[in-house]
């Protein structure tokens, strides 16, 4: 059991009170953890941030690595030839991350290489730049990036963002945020605010917008919110639910839910021209739409077999093939990166837990135990699902490994957060 | 304990030979032929009744307190407006019918329970459903406009089936 706390600084926000700090717990971790141990690294003095700490936090939080404590480090070395690799075999030790952050004519750089103590060789080495000092938070995301891409084979996930609705207060006096922080829960920053609801993020492939949907003056809108600029444009904002934003792989289309024409369907629009093209029609509710990686499919929830269930149909349109038999509800799938699978929300007994569908197999794994678990959808890479779940102390976010393994939940110090979308891995 | 019991019991009695002496004595006085009054026996008889004037009952009030209710709550996972509910629905139908230039707007919630699009397309059925009971009373629907929340504005924010009863409704808010 591992357990690990940070605080994120809150921002202040004129008018609003809300904190928007996202507090970090890890649970449980594969036995088949690497052993590593992230030395801390020679900094110059203007550079406060640990940057090893934030690399070592990163690496053991995705419960793929079992990361030495400071205090059993024997030697602290901080160059290569440095490292005596016996004496970390020793320990258990086979991999060591040594580095130093120096100044340059441009701003600064971070020098780290990662050893093979079992091998004696050297895995990785890279200078990796930063203009300013603010930036060296995100060096130390690199690094944990590379080293577990090496490591493990796959992309690491650690550069990236999650945005999540934080909601506080009650009735009409409820205020919703739509926030945005870095994947380890730092730098929170509101992206939006209203006293009408604020639902379902959702991130462009580029992670340069996110669509969400808002309520104004009676009506609801899909709204493209451009991060960089700021800019909000109101995509849509038909009579009835204007809802479930879902960019297509490769950015050009949204798939929404619209009930104007009498009953909640999905509709594809096309970005660029406004086209706008029914895909379902049934009286029940169609909603929660997701693309295929390839984009060649959705899936999207139905109750037209008289419980919500979940449906694929082709892109192109045609006839929905339904995919789910195991649960009295299956609700708001998304695909594995890979295809294979589905993670949904699944209805056994009055429960709301978190599933993983094999597609091929069509077998269903609970992966969670909550009583109200909802908005799942993988994290970048795969490995991991974020979800939203209730708890005594409120609501809160959480992961876990798709072996179910490993947990972390990331809370609000107040206000409930809720709707988590990771940012897609950009490469 | 006789003693107690005895107390009352010949108070009672008392109280009921005192009365009996009292009635004997009328009926001694009504034998024969009715004594006479001096006054006319009608002059004892209240007057006719009087309209009231400012005190009457004020329709207009009476429909506007009928509007006072202005939530129809639902069963879990369904649509249909309950019979304890058809007064709401006269209430509101009369007022729009009577008042061809108001409108109102229905608002549909759901309970937390299930995902929060699926709500909104639940929220949406349930105000559909009140839409529906409004236009069968002859409600014309450019009176009417339809809402959903979903689960996302909880009329009570616990975690237990109390509450999401409170939260499982439509309101009916004139605009």
Sequence with gaps: MKSIRWVALALCLAGTGAQAELEITVTGGVETALPIAIVPFAQVEDVQLDVAQVVDNDLARSGRFKTLPRRDMLQKPVAPEQIDPAAWRAQGIDNVVVGQIARNDSGYFARFYLIDTVRGQQLLAYDIPARRVDQMRYVA??????????????PGYFNTKIAYVSASG????????????????????VVATSREPLMSPTWSPDRKQLAYVGYERGRSAIYLHTLATGEVKRLISERGINGSPAFS?????????????????????????????????????DTEPAWSPDGSKLVFTSDRGGQPQIYEIDAQGGDARRLTFQGRQNLRASYSPDGRSLVLVNSESGRYRIGLLDLATGDLRVLSNGPLDESPSFAPGGAVVIYATQTARGAELATVSVDGRVRQSLRQASGDVREPAWSPLVR | MIRQLWLPVAAACLALFVAACGSTKERTGAEGAPSQTSEPYTDRIAPGPAPLEDQGFDTAAAAERALTTNLIYFDFDDTVIKPEYAGVIDAFANYLTANPTAKLR???HADERGTREYNVGLGERRALSVESALLAKGVRRDQLSVISYGEERPADPGHDEAAWAKNRRVQLVRQ
């Design chain 1, 141 to 154: 995301h690199q690094i944990a990036d590379l080293i577990y891409e090496k490591l493990l084979g796959v």
């Design chain 1, 249 to 285: 792989p490769d950015g050009s289309k949204l798939a929404v839910t619209l009930s104007f024409e009498n009953n909640p369907d999905i509709y594809v629009i096309d970005l660029r021209s406004g086209a706008r093209k029914r895909l379902t029609d049934h009286y029940g509710i």
């Design chain 1, 170 to 189: 009650i009735g009409y006096e409820r205020t919703f945020q739509l926030l945005v922080a870095d994947a380890d829960g730092e730098n929170p920053r």
């Design chain 2, 106 to 108: 229905l608002e549909g």
